[in-house]
């Protein structure tokens, strides 16, 4: 498994290992378990590599079915794609992109109605850099000022673009680029100035709210959304040892995870009062690399992301704001270490899309739709 790679790179194995260390049971959630009865649609891009570690990563859906996402080609370099609802790809790499092993174009983790997606790519150098993908194909990079890498995570309908840089001591810090390019840098007031320290910014709703986590002097990992004016609040789960913000919705509601040392990750739900509900997949394993993660939530409160069993294989679910949850499975899902499926966007219609890991570490592309 590749883990060099942040915001580009094959999944989202990187932010799987930070989330490692997430999670409480706080069983606050009476939880309904269904039977999964969703169609699956494979996604397999004509450039991508069919070796072990290469394929097709969606890891983004707007509300018209449009799909974003990483494919991997045989020479480990990374490219965009974008299918249409029709099932017509169009693919993109940025002139600046590196073009050897591990470089490339990618990390679209959001699209918006418009089509425009927040990606990023990795220079020769291996330096990584934001990326703008308007609807027209025009390429925008950009960094905030101090940047060593940047990483766009979230964008809106109005442009409005979320994420993550890293400045030259190591220290982590949250942005916002405005749709006319303008960039806002922001740090919650309790995160660390130490290396690894620092503020990590993900997604961002329709009113400009963005959440995200922060990394304290003590390494203690806290949760914040903060306000289209600026106004951070910082928020942790009741008796958590960690607690992590991912997705957002129009309402302000979060999904993420929180984290106990023994105990692993828990899915989280927070709504915009501050009230917290937790949720476990049954089929979770117990420990601190085990558990269930929440990583994306639709207008309808629907949030999605995976749970690791005790084989450290990968599962979706799909938690909605009833208390139901649906575990499910792509087809051709490997059962190993780090195989199997991992969901990473959901749109108003409630479809999902991510990625399945076979048992030969391949790649496929999946969109999931009831």
């Not at 079915?65 to 480990?76: E, K, L, R």
């Not at 117990?286 to 929440?294: L, P, R, S």
Request: a negative charge; hydrophobic letters at 35%.
């Amino acid at each position: 498994m590749k883990t060099s790679i942040y915001n580009l790179r094959k999944a989202a194995f990187t932010v799987a290992v930070v989330v490692f260390t997430a999670g409480v049971d706080l069983q606050a959630a009476d939880n309904t378990l269904t039977p999964d009865t969703a169609t699956y649609t494979i996604i397999r891009v004509s450039g991508a590599g069919t070796a072990a570690y290469e394929g097709t990563v969606p890891l983004s859906i707007n509300p018209s079915g449009v799909v974003a996402g990483t494919y991997w080609d045989s020479n480990d370099i990374a490219h965009v794609f974008v299918r249409a609802a029709d099932g017509t790809i169009t693919t993109y790499s940025a002139p600046e992109a590196g073009t050897t092993s591990g470089q490339g174009t990618g990390g679209c983790y959001s699209i918006n109605s418009a089509g425009d997606m927040a990606c990023n790519y990795v220079d020769s150098d291996s330096v990584f850099h934001g990326l703008l993908i308007s609807s027209d194909g025009t390429m925008t990079p950009f960094d905030p000022t101090g940047s060593t890498d940047t990483y766009p995570y979230g964008i809106n309908n109005a442009g409005a673009i979320s994420g993550t840089y890293v400045d030259s001591s190591g220290v982590d810090h949250g942005f916002v680029r405005a749709s006319d390019g303008t960039i806002t840098t922001f740090n919650a007031s309790g995160a660390g100035t130490g290396s690894g320290q620092g503020t990590y910014a993900y997604f961002i709703n329709a009113s400009g709210e963005i959440t995200g986590s922060y990394v304290a002097s003590t390494g203690d990992i806290s949760g914040f959304v903060r306000g289209a004016k600026g106004k951070i609040t910082e928020f942790d789960v009741p008796g958590a040892g960690g607690t992590y913000g991912y997705g957002i919705n129009n309402a302000g509601t979060i999904a993420g995870n929180s984290w106990l040392a023994g105990q692993g990750a828990s899915g989280m739900v927070r709504v915009s009062s501050g009230t917290f509900t937790s949720f476990n997949a049954p089929g979770a394993g117990v420990g601190n690399n085990f558990g269930t993660v929440g990583w994306a939530i639709n207008t309808g409160g629907t949030a999605t992301g995976w749970y690791i069993d005790s084989n450290t294989a990968y599962h979706g679910f799909e938690y909605t704001a009833s208390g139901t949850l649906v575990q499910f499975n792509g087809p051709h899902a490997g059962t190993g270490a780090n195989q199997g499926t991992w969901p990473y966007g959901i749109n108003t219609s409630g479809s999902i899309v991510g990625t399945i890991v076979t048992s030969g570490n391949v790649y496929v592309g999946f969109i999931r739709s009831k």
